[in-house]
């Protein structure tokens, strides 16, 4: 867990400038949503914060290191898209224990891991289903939980509900509010979803053409819109 500062930070494309001069803090432990939009800048600045993209100017600095500087490898971040995929043949203890297999942990902490992780997120009993037993809102719980296994710094979230119909969509989003309260990870959440953002948010930052238009509380964004 780590408090998450993006200072003055800018990128440019080729004849596009897609994020320009934000500013940001997220607290330790907060979880933050990124509204707006389609097209003003939030995945872009999702991708810089993960170093899948670089800054034009400015930095991100994740606990006390600059994290521009930093290779993505080397920055603690674990992401989750909405097109996450689980390995069909494997269970959900090995979907989950799997980036900790890749680096060769020992059983011992694997199993204490993936325990924690699965008891965050809810699926405690199902860890030896495989992903075509369970649903779509069970199986979107076992991507949450591979990705917290490796007890990221800032866990950041591309609109991971996108994909689930509406019905799904409305369960899923109630479990992730759980599990938000229970994991206190500091977290990054992008949508264009009103609602979700609302439901969701410790704090709400509006986003427009690249720019913050509004940040704070869904008390606060809802009484001054
Ligand atoms: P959002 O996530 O809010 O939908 P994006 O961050 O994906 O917005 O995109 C912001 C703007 O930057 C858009 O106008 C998009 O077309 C542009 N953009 C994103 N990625 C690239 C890229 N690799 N090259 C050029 N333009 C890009
Ligand atoms: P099989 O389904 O025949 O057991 P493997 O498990 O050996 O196949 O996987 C074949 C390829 O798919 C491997 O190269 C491996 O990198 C990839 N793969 C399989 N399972 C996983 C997994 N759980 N995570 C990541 N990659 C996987």
């Keep these: 867990m780590a408090r998450l500062e993006i200072r003055q930070v800018s990128k440019i494309f080729a004849d596009h400038t897609a994020v320009s001069d934000v500013s940001l803090t997220v607290n330790d432990g907060e979880f933050l949503v990124l509204l707006g939009p389609s097209g003003c800048g939030k995945s872009t600045l999702l991708r810089m914060i993960a170093g899948l993209d670089l800054p034009t100017y400015?930095?991100?600095?994740?606990?006390?290191?600059?994290?521009?500087?930093?290779?993505?490898?080397?920055?603690?971040?674990?992401?989750?898209?909405?097109?996450?995929?689980?390995?069909?043949?494997?269970?959900?203890?090995?979907?989950?224990?799997?980036?900790?297999?890749?680096?060769?942990?020992?059983?011992?902490?694997?199993?204490?891991?993936?325990?924690?992780a699965a008891g965050l997120v809810g699926l405690s009993k199902l860890l030896k289903r495989k992903p075509r037993q369970m649903s779509g809102g069970e199986r979107q719980r076992t991507a949450l939980a591979r990705s917290l296994v490796r007890d990221p710094d800032v866990f950041l979230l591309d609109e991971p509900l996108s994909n689930l119909d509406a019905k799904l969509r409305h369960s899923a989003r109630e479990e992730l509010r759980q599990f938000q309260d229970r994991v206190g990870v500091t977290s990054v959440y992008v949508t264009h979803d009103q609602v979700e953002a609302m439901g969701l948010g410790d704090r709400i930052v509006v986003m427009q053409a690249g720019t913050v238009r509004q940040i704070g509380t869904p008390e606060e964004i809802y009484q001054h819109p």
Excluded: C
Excluded at 73 to 82: E, P
Excluded at 90 to 98: C, S
């Design 58 to 116: 400015g930095d991100i600095v994740i606990g006390d290191r600059v994290a521009t500087r930093l290779q993505p490898k080397d920055r603690n971040i674990a992401m989750v898209f909405q097109n996450y995929a689980l390995y069909p043949h494997l269970t959900v203890y090995e979907n989950i224990a799997f980036p900790l297999r890749v680096r060769g942990a020992d059983s011992r902490l694997v199993d204490e891991k993936v325990q924690w």
